[in-house]
């Protein structure tokens, strides 16, 4: 029953994401845009290292705030969140369509930004380490859909929601942001240097668990009413 | 209700207090190679301690809200978490001036307790903006204490995560708030803490107290205004006291 009505919405919010196209196609020019900021910023032609893995984790959160606060702006524009809400479902089933709908952009976002990123700004060859990336870059977009879900219901029904928006999400992302920065790190060396990978892998699973099993608990009570 | 055992707890709070200020000056040890400054720790790491437990007590308050859905519970999370970020500011500038004085830089990012800090004090610095863009009481209770919740569990994973990136770089942290501490020095510090942690609680008893007398009040004048004047001068003697005695 929940699941099916997370499927009907998240099945609508893809629709209109592929008609409408206000969150992927501008969370990638925004990516690209940052990018070609920081060649700028730090005078940089190719970067490697930690500056290469900071550089591409805080424009891939940058680009997630993008997406979070543009989450629930068909429900809020239209007043459509009142049928959602007297429909007989269970919130947890909009949580979930929504942090499915966050995880499916940040996978096409990645899709363009990791080449883009490629070509533009990084030294070493990124192909060599892929597979451990892959690995880094699905955990952390778990994290990022399971808190921008949360965050984006908490902040939908405020006034000051632009603002809300970045200052929750930001820092709530701190930790993924130190364990996929740490964990890209040794992978875009011009050296590639031993890696803990494992310990970070290990504790990006254990964030994941965390914050969707409690957005899933406790997300009943926003959207009340 | 709220006012009750306050003069206790008060004098209570201050005798440990000052004990614990005395057992900083004149009990506990010099250290070696810091000096006096050293002293600071006595301040900074009980502040820091008792304001991450005040948060995480502010979620726990939290979710007896959502429980009971009762304003009572709502308020004691907000005050809690609203001192805990006074606390927090404590601990922020209180491990700054100990940083300069020790490393000579006001602000180290290898000091794991102070980074984490920061990135709490950060995310709790929204609970008022969120809390008071939200006009409907009963929505705003809810909202802040699914934010509290939240905060509260990203407390404990936040220190996690900062520890593990920092531990195998600067390993003296771990000797330094933890277990190798001289006997003297950890009584010293043992007091110090349940001072600061008398003194929290005191100070969140003292802020319900007031703000529980302010609503009756303002319920009162709501009372009156609607034109419930009564016949004697006030209803009834109020059934427990309320304020500070």
Redesign the interface.
Same mark, same amino acid.
């Given at each position: 029953m929940t699941f099916a009505a997370a499927r009907a919405i998240l099945r609508k919010d893809l629709a209109i994401e592929l008609r409408t196209r206000q969150s992927v196609p501008a969370m990638a020019l925004f990516s690209v845009t940052v990018f070609v900021l920081f060649h700028f910023g730090l005078d940089r032609n190719e970067i490697d290292g930690s500056l290469a893995s900071g550089v591409l984790w805080v424009t891939l959160l940058l680009a997630t705030v993008l997406a979070v606060s543009r989450l629930f702006a068909a429900e809020r524009e239209d007043g459509a969140l009142d049928g959602v809400l007297l429909a007989p479902i269970d919130r947890t089933a909009v949580y979930l369509a929504k942090a499915s709908a966050l995880f499916l952009y940040l996978v096409l976002l990645e899709l363009i930004a990791l080449p883009a990123f490629a070509i533009l700004l990084l030294g070493p060859d990124l192909t060599q380490a892929l597979p451990e990336l892959l690995a880094i870059v699905a955990l952390a977009d778990i994290g990022l859909a399971g808190v921008g879900a949360l965050v984006a219901g908490l902040a939908a029904e405020t006034r000051l929601r632009e603002v809300l928006v970045p200052l929750l999400l930001l820092p709530l992302l701190v930790p993924v942001l130190i364990a996929s920065a740490k964990a890209t790190k040794p992978l875009l060396m011009l050296n590639p240097a031993a890696t803990d990978l494992g310990k970070w892998l290990g504790f990006m699973a254990l964030y994941d668990m965390v914050f969707v099993l409690l957005a899933v608990a406790v997300f009943d009570f926003l959207l009340e009413d | 209700m709220y006012g009750k055992g306050l003069r206790a707890l008060s004098i209570a709070t201050a005798v440990v207090l000052t004990g614990a200020t005395a057992l900083i000056f004149f009990y506990a040890p010099l250290e070696a190679d810091q000096g006096i400054i050293q002293k600071i720790f006595y301040v900074h790491v009980p502040l820091a301690i008792v304001a991450l437990f005040g948060f995480v007590g502010g979620g726990i308050l939290a979710i007896k809200q959502?429980r009971t859905r009762s304003r009572e519970w709502d308020m004691r999370s907000y005050v809690a978490i609203h001192l805990s970020l006074v606390f927090a500011v404590g601990a922020l500038i209180t491990g700054s001036i100990w940083a300069k004085a020790s490393w000579g830089h006001w602000w180290v990012w290898d000091e794991p307790v102070l980074v984490s800090f920061l @990135? =709490?004090f950060?995310?709790y610095?929204?609970y008022q903006?969120?809390r008071f863009?939200?006009e409907d009481p009963e929505?705003q209770a809810?909202?802040a204490? =699914?934010?509290a @919740?939240?905060?509260g569990?990203?407390v404990p @994973?936040?220190f996690?995560? =900062?520890r593990?990136?920092t531990a195998h770089i600067h390993p003296r942290v771990l000797s330094k708030t933890g277990g190798s501490l001289p006997g003297e020095m950890r009584l010293t510090f043992l007091v110090s803490l349940l001072g600061v942690g008398l003194l929290f609680l005191t100070l969140w008893k003292v802020e319900l107290t007031a703000k529980n007398a302010s609503m009756k009040l303002k319920k009162l004048r709501q009372r009156l205004e609607a034109g419930e004047a009564p016949a004697t001068p006030l209803p009834e003697p109020a059934p427990e006291p309320v304020g500070t005695p």
């Open positions: - | 959502l @990135i =709490v950060l995310l610095c929204c903006p969120l863009s939200i929505k809810r909202y204490s =699914v934010f @919740i939240a905060a569990a990203f @994973i936040n996690m995560a =900062v593990l990136a």
